[in-house]
């Protein structure tokens, strides 16, 4: 597609239960990243995919949260147990990764908005 | 630890006026530096990005931003500014070179009068 598309727009669930939020990158982009957008704590990374290398879960802030990216695109957020302080806008950006002195601009989608209640 | 600061939450101009967002990191070696903009119920968009060379980046929509490495600033202009510009400003950092994962300022919210 022509941008970073996310879905769905808005999620709204209950306390405990889980969710998965869905990435498709850019075509042909190479790396892919999830941040979360929230009031108190603004944009935090949590986790990047490039190629077939294994993923830097660094941001991840529980064992709830985990991602996967099948095929080197689609990528998965997914949620379990979900808790309040879980809602948030959460954003993924793709870019194309090359070596050297590479231009490395992530273009980022429109982002899920997460509300647990 | 990796860090970008913007010291103002919010941003007031009048419609002509030129502005100034203002960006600082802390970071070792040499950064990425980028801005990025933010309207309502959107994603963040690319405005221009600072690698290496002229220190005055020239971005989208009339955009510029001026790396300082001894100030360790950043900071975004823009001439004249327009109402269509009020928005949500991030500054970001990437410390390993464009390859990884981008540390955010806070965000400034820029409010452009008529």
């Known amino acids: 597609g022509a941008g970073v598309s996310q879905s769905p727009s808005n999620k709204v669930t209950e306390k405990g239960k889980d969710v998965e939020l869905r990435c498709d990158p850019i075509?042909?982009?190479?790396?892919l990243y999830w941040y979360r957008q929230s009031l108190g704590q603004g944009l935090e990374f949590l986790i990047y995919?490039?190629?077939?290398?294994?993923?830097?879960k660094s941001g991840l802030p529980s064992d709830r949260f985990s991602a996967e990216r099948t095929g080197g695109s689609v990528s998965t957020l997914t949620i379990q147990r979900t808790q309040q302080e879980d809602s948030a806008v959460y954003l993924c950006?793709?870019?194309?990764?090359?070596?050297?002195?590479?231009?490395?601009?992530?273009?980022f989608g429109a982002g899920t908005r997460l509300s647990v209640l | 630890a990796q860090s970008v600061a913007q010291p103002e939450d919010q941003v007031n101009v009048a419609e002509g006026n030129p502005l100034t967002v203002k960006c600082t990191y802390s970071v070792s070696g040499n950064p990425y530096l980028f801005w990025y903009v933010q309207y309502p119920n959107r994603g963040l968009q690319f405005l221009l990005k600072y690698i290496t060379g002229d220190n005055l980046v020239k971005g989208s929509y009339g955009f510029e931003a001026e790396f300082n490495k001894s100030q360790t600033s950043f900071h975004l202009k823009k001439p004249s500014a327009l109402v269509s510009d009020s928005a949500l400003y991030f500054c970001a950092v990437s410390p390993w070179g464009g390859y990884n994962k981008l540390i955010f300022g806070a965000g400034t919210r820029l409010a452009v009068h008529p």
């Open positions: 950006a793709s870019s194309f990764w090359a070596g050297g002195k590479a231009k490395n601009i992530q273009y």
């Open positions: 995919f490039q190629g077939n290398s294994a993923p830097d």
């Open positions: 075509s042909g982009h190479t790396a």
